[in-house]
Nanobody, 122 residues
Framework: VQLQASGGGLVQPGGSLRLSCVASGFTLDYGAIGWFHQAPGKQREGVLAISNRSGRTFYADSVKGRFTISKDNAKNTVYLQMNSLKPEDTAVYYC????????????????WGQGTQVTVSS
């Protein structure tokens, strides 16, 4: 099982980025995929997650109305679309896979990608 996150970079406040998470070794038919972020000196926090079977999504309050999650089963890829980015969104973003039905509770996620840096700054 491997997860490969990409798409991070430097963006100005108010800008957008789309992160991709490509899964290999398993399909996006069961369990859930979540996006988490970790800023320097802070704990890892859940951002968004999607239940692979039901499509139900789970949002952190801080990203509601700005971030969306979607998946393409044919490409075995989950996307995190980030709009209206703020400096406080700056962090390393990780995608992770869970065998559970979906949540933002990171102990439920057993497989993690390597992370991609997102920096929001003018």
């Amino acid at each position: 099982v491997q997860l490969q996150a990409s798409g991070g970079g430097l963006v100005q406040p108010g800008g957008s980025l789309r992160l991709s998470c490509v899964a290999s070794g398993f399909t996006l038919d069961y369990g859930a995929i979540g996006w988490f972020h970790q800023a320097p000196g802070k704990q890892r926090e859940g951002v968004l997650a999607i239940s692979n079977r039901s499509g139900r999504t789970f949002y952190a309050d801080s990203v509601k109305g700005r971030f969306t999650i979607s998946k393409d089963n044919a490409k075995n890829t989950v996307y995190l679309q980030m709009n209206s980015l703020k400096p406080e969104d700056t962090a390393v973003y990780y995608c992770a896979a869970s065998s559970y039905s979906g949540s933002l509770y990171y102990p439920e996620y057993h497989y993690w990608g390597q992370g991609t840096q997102v920096t929001v700054s003018s």
